[in-house]
Every structure is written in structure tokens, then in C-alpha cells.
């Protein structure tokens, strides 16, 4: 089993479409979780961190349910510079941090 | 803002050649530095921590003779494939990790894009 996994999409909306990307994570452990934008051939982006209590950037919320071990990243009013693929990261603890990436869902908005 | 740079941004080499990629972190100190993988359509993929005057830790599955990795500053570390072949055509992207008052904030580099033929 992967230790985060995403589905790859696409998932293909219209512009002011709302959109919902799903994460899950296999190690109990994990310290911190983000999410992260990709750009066709660029490096990752951090786009925003994910807290229990869930956090909200401007049209962008996100939420974690440490219980389920499931993340979650709300899109609002879907704009067509938001196409991208976006990454689901865990912060694990192995006797050192590091972050382990999920393959990433690819949105593609059209006018 | 914290910026990470990688130099070269592309490379094309023939089947047997060493290649060195360069990492720096240009307006902080970065103690750890991390190197990732990255094949189309997959997700970044560990390949090695490094940490400044010690041994990099590589993960389970990678090389260390193969992926030679210093970390001899602060702002530096260079990863070098050594003996490429084609099947390490990847996008080679390096990280490095700002302690600050605020905790610890991981920036990435733009990346490398290798090409072996």
C-alpha cells in the first residue's frame, strides 16, 4: 500500500466550478500534511498546510480527519490558472523527518 | 522569500558520462538538504537526505555509489550521477530546509531535467 495515496484524475470542470481533491495516509504517525500545486514541468509549489481544524485560503479550504487518516482540499470558484496538478504531503517521522509525496490529481479547468 | 537554486536546469548526456547537479540555498542556511526523483506521471520520490558535514542518508532501493551525494556548505550540496544510462532520465529536484524562530520550512529548487540517450 502506498504511503499516501490520491487519485490521479483528471478531473476536468469549468471555470467557477467547485472541485474536491481526496487524500488518504497509511502511517498513524504523521506529523503535518500539505498541500502542494505542480506545474507542467516546474517543481512543487507549497500551496497551503492542513490542520484538524480545518484552514481556508481565500477560495482554497482544506481539511485533515487524523481518525479517518484523510485529507481533503476544497476549490472554489475554479479559475483556469488553477490547472495544475496538485500533491498530497505527509510529514512523517521515520527517525528523522521527511515528506513523503502522493502521485498527485490533476485538475484541468476550461473556459 | 527563502529561494533555492539548481544548476544546470537541463541536461543531455551520452550513456556512461558522470553528471553534477548543484544545489543552493541563496539567502539561508540550510543544515539538511534533501534530493528527490521524480518519473512523468509519478510523484517525487526520496532519494537521499544530507545533512552539512556528515554522510547523506539515502533510501531504501538507491544507490549510493551511483548517486554521489556532498554536502560540503551550509548553501551547497551536489549530487552526481555517476555512469548514467538511460533509464536515469528523471526530473531531479533538490530541497533544503530553513530552521527558523517560526520551525522548520522545506524549499525546493526548480529542478533538473536529465536526459540520457
Known amino acids: 500500500r502506498k504511503e499516501v495515496e490520491q487519485d490521479p484524475g483528471p478531473f476536468n470542470v469549468p471555470e467557477g466550478a467547485t472541485v474536491a481533491f481526496n487524500c488518504t495516509y497509511s502511517n498513524s504517525a504523521s506529523q503535518s500534511f500539505f498541500w502542494y500545486r505542480q506545474d507542467c514541468r516546474k517543481e512543487p509549489k507549497l500551496l497551503m498546510s492542513v490542520y484538524s481544524s480545518g484552514n481556508e485560503d481565500g477560495r482554497f479550504t482544506a481539511q485533515l480527519n487524523r481518525a479517518s487518516q484523510y485529507i481533503s482540499l476544497l476549490i472554489r470558484d475554479s479559475k483556469l490558472s488553477d490547472s495544475a496538478t496538485y500533491l498530497c504531503v505527509v510529514l512523517m517521522n521515520t527517525g528523522f523527518q521527511k515528506l513523503v509525496f502522493g502521485t498527485g490529481t490533476r485538475l484541468l479547468v476550461s473556459p | 522569500g527563502a529561494v533555492v537554486s539548481q544548476h544546470p536546469s537541463r541536461v543531455i548526456c551520452k550513456s556512461g558520462t558522470s553528471v553534477k547537479i548543484e544545489c543552493r540555498s541563496l539567502?539561508?542556511?540550510?543544515?539538511?538538504m534533501f534530493w528527490y526523483r521524480q518519473f512523468p506521471k509519478q510523484s517525487l520520490m526520496l532519494m537521499a537526505t544530507s545533512n552539512e558535514g556528515s554522510k547523506a542518508t539515502y533510501e531504501q532501493g538507491v544507490e549510493k555509489d551511483k548517486f554521489l551525494i556532498n554536502h560540503a556548505s551550509l548553501t551547497l550540496s551536489t549530487l552526481t550521477v555517476t555512469s548514467a544510462h538511460p533509464e536515469d532520465s528523471s526530473f531531479y529536484i533538490c530541497?533544503?530546509?530553513?530552521?527558523?524562530?517560526?520551525?522548520?520550512?522545506?524549499?525546493f529548487g526548480p529542478g533538473t531535467r536529465l536526459l540520457v540517450l
Open positions: 539567502d539561508f542556511q540550510a543544515t539538511t
Open positions: 530541497s533544503a530546509r530553513e530552521r527558523s524562530g517560526r520551525g522548520e520550512t522545506q524549499y
